[in-house]
């Protein structure tokens, strides 16, 4: 009978004493946000002991992430006064290059001077990713206008390769950001300028469907991507094989139009063989999710009319300076 009242204390003490490691377990297994919050009451002097440390360890904790936070965004503030810097002596490079386009040595500093404009304006935005939600606007846009404003962007590059760009397709009305879509897009287009060959051919091709959804398609003739290396053409950093080949790539490319891609409820899918080219489609939904969350009715986008873009994609006829671009409709 004692030995019975005996085995019931020790067992009663057992799951009495037990029960604030038991707690602390489940916590762990099934963490909350506010987890310190939450801890069991310390009856004794090692649980209070192990409360006051647990406490103590969140504190540091949310003190060394705000002190991050406020670094990266001191960090982003730098990069971001930095670019708009350099851009002020890149602008005035760009009015004496308009100012004298007759020379060939103009032209050849104006590809060059297209370069750094490009990488300066990446870094831009990657500066921005971050907020990217806050600077998200829905808006309603035609694809082949949209790409015909990048491609004239682009131009002196195309026509220091000798490289033809040609649309295909019937137009589509998309609804999306129309800022980091052209963001999407320049990257795909750098990457299909940067792999072609001289006297290259890039062909847009746009595709609508029944359902009201949409494709924009950047084919280039270029050497391709080894199967093995097609996994990872999104990570960034990665470059793969052309990559190393060109001594230019920086693996940020691709990894930041799949990211903006995403964050703005488009898909990005790319397709490519061996000395076979490469295909980037930029596939746009009937309905953008990220406006469906907003509940936004946004108005039709305002975009250049045929004749503002005419001086870049005139039909079959373009100037010497520009790069042909064909399948486009004819002005005025």
Known sequence: MLAA???????????????????????????????????????????????????????WH????????????SDRDDMAAWVHEVKTPLTAMKLLIDADR????????????????????????MSR????????????????RLAAREVRDLAAWCVEKNIAVEFAGEDAEVRTDLKWCRFVLRQLLTNAVKYSPDGGLITLNIVSLPNGAAALTVRDEGPGIAPHDLPRI????????????QNAATGLGLYLARTVADKIGLALEVRSKPDAGTSASLNFPAANPLQTLRGETAPKETIPSETDLSETVPGETVPSERPP????????
């Open 5 to 59: 009242a005996f085995a019931g204390f020790l067992g009663w003490r057992f799951v009495r004493e037990t029960k604030h490691a038991r707690r602390l377990l489940e916590l762990a297994e099934s963490p909350e946000a506010d987890w310190a919050q939450v801890l069991p009451a310390a009856r004794f002097l090692d649980e209070q002991a192990a409360n006051r440390m647990l406490q103590a360890v969140d504190l």
């Open 325 to 332: 671009l064909r399948g486009q409709p004819e002005s005025g």
């Open 129 to 144: 990713l971050p907020s990217l939600e806050a600077d998200c606007v829905m808006e309603r846009t035609e694809l082949r």
């Open 62 to 73: 949310a003190q060394q992430m705000s002190g991050s936070f406020s670094a990266r965004s």
């Open 102 to 125: 007759s020379s060939p040595a103009v032209r050849r500093l104006e590809s060059e001077w297209l370069r750094v404009h490009l990488l300066v304006d990446r870094r831009l935005y």
């Open 234 to 245: 999104f990570d960034k950093g990665f470059t793969g094989g052309n990559g190393r080949l």
